[in-house]
């Protein structure tokens, strides 16, 4: 079977990275938060650029497949359809909200959700997106399907993957005294479950700009995940954050 080679960032808060700077691949995957920042997050403005700018931008970009999910940012994408997102997109690319897409053997799952963000985009109660997650399950036969690329925007709640560690902070241990310095931790429980449930072989996630990029690997080996947000916190590109290519 051939090798797919999956070049995958996310959180570009409507930056239309030249395409030189991206590495040699057959798939580009854009894990959410593609609407520009300073929009006010207005959906009439989110779409503007959606058609105007990033679809043109996606089609042209030199990748065989393009795959996109939404974001908490992507009020647009998120009041929409995916077979609408996906007629605007155009051939080659992939608009995925909950969806499975085999390409050439290889099966991608995208799943834009985050949780306890309330009035943000694709957020969900806790327990609502846990209860999801189970739906999405049987759903997609996933107790007998393997997914190579399990597509999340929110970090799961494993290791470092959804840790700020450029944001750490120092406390003070109030029984010793003694400064503790600790990076801020907003990994998702329910997409952790999710993915120590269905063992997919990668998976990439974005939303903490400054997360763990340099792989968690659990499940006996079996799945390695990656933060592979294009932006660092101050939303800037950031030269020490290298695209995650992997081999499918
Ligand atoms: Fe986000």
């Known amino acids: 079977m051939n090798t797919l080679k999956v070049v995958c960032t996310s959180d570009i808060h409507g930056t239309l ?67 609408e997102l996906q ?39 806790e327990e609502v997106l846990d209860e999801h997650l189970q739906k999405l399950k049987i759903a997609h036969d996933l107790s007998n399907k393997k997914i190579d690329l399990l597509i999340l925007h929110a970090g799961p709640k494993i290791g470092g993957l959804g840790k700020s560690l450029d944001l750490k902070a120092a406390t003070i241990n109030p029984e010793t005294g003694l400064y503790i310095i600790e990076a801020p931790e907003y990994g998702n429980e329910a997409l952790a479950k999710f993915i120590y449930d269905t063992k997919p072989k990668y998976c ?13 690997h659990i499940n006996g080996g079996k799945t390695s995940c990656y933060c592979v947000s294009y932006l660092d916190e101050n939303y800037r590109p950031n030269p020490r954050y290298k695209f995650l290519t992997l081999d499918l």
């Open 204 to 216: 990439c996630s974005g939303h903490v700009h400054s997360a763990e990029r340099s792989g968690v």
């Open 17 to 83: 990275i030249d395409y030189g700077k991206f590495p040699k691949g057959d798939v580009l995957v854009i894990a959410g938060d593609i609407s520009p920042i300073n929009d006010d997050h207005k959906i009439f403005r989110q779409e503007a650029w959606f058609r105007n700018s990033f679809a043109p931008w996606l089609r042209k970009a030199p990748f065989k497949y393009k795959i996109v999910i939404g974001g908490n940012h992507d009020y647009y994408l998120h009041s929409r359809p995916s077979k």
């Open 87 to 125: 007629d605007i997109l155009g051939e080659g690319c992939f608009y995925l909200r909950d969806e499975i897409l085999e390409l050439e053997g290889k099966t991608f799952l995208g799943i834009p959700w985050c949780s306890n963000l309330p009035r943000w985009a694709f957020n969900m109660d």
